[in-house]
């Protein structure tokens, strides 16, 4: 079953239109446009309420029903948000010098690597993961060792809670 009002296009041509920003900045050096700079903080904004409403979506999916459409939009968030980190990482750089500098020059490194292989990242990395991720969430064994274990340390910690002594 195929998701309705699919966000992943738009949010990939916003990641290449990132990453064509990034790179312009690099290029620039020393002579870096204020214009061109903040038309950065414009898309990272734009990219971050594109997440901000394909998780809404996410959250919609009905993993018994759309296991595999379920997984693939999971992995997709979790490259989306890391590449969200690594430019948030670059905003607080600029934000400290407005010159670029090696650590920025390192994290350019980073967003072009991530957007340009994001597929090979998708299909070895982050789909694997959500994969894991989704099966032990929805594993009932697991969550029920897992409720067991956490009730028992929070008994240990608090012994009154468990004796229903509510002094």
């Not at 620039?28 to 998780?55: C, H, Q, W």
């Not at 010098?97 to 340009?116: H, N, P, R, W």
């Amino acid at each position: 079953m195929k998701i309705k009002n699919d966000p992943w296009p738009a949010i990939r041509s916003k990641e290449l239109s990132i990453n064509q920003t990034v790179f312009r900045i690099e290029e620039a050096g020393p002579n870096l446009d204020d214009n061109v700079l903040e038309g950065l903080y414009k898309e990272i904004a734009e990219f971050s309420k594109m997440l901000k409403r394909t998780l809404d979506l996410y959250s919609t999916i009905d993993y018994v029903k759309q296991r595999e459409e379920k997984i693939q939009f999971k992995a997709k968030l979790k490259y989306s948000y890391r590449l969200l980190d690594l430019l948030t990482k670059i905003v607080r750089l600029f934000e400290a010098s407005k010159v670029i500098t090696a650590e920025l020059q390192m994290y350019f490194g980073f967003i072009d690597d991530q957007i340009t292989a994001r597929t090979e990242s998708l299909e070895s990395r982050y789909y694997e993961a959500a994969k894991t991720e989704l099966e032990s969430f929805h594993d009932q064994s697991f969550r029920d060792k897992l409720s067991s274990h956490l009730a028992g340390s929070f008994n240990r910690v608090n012994p009154k809670f468990n004796s229903g002594d509510s002094k």
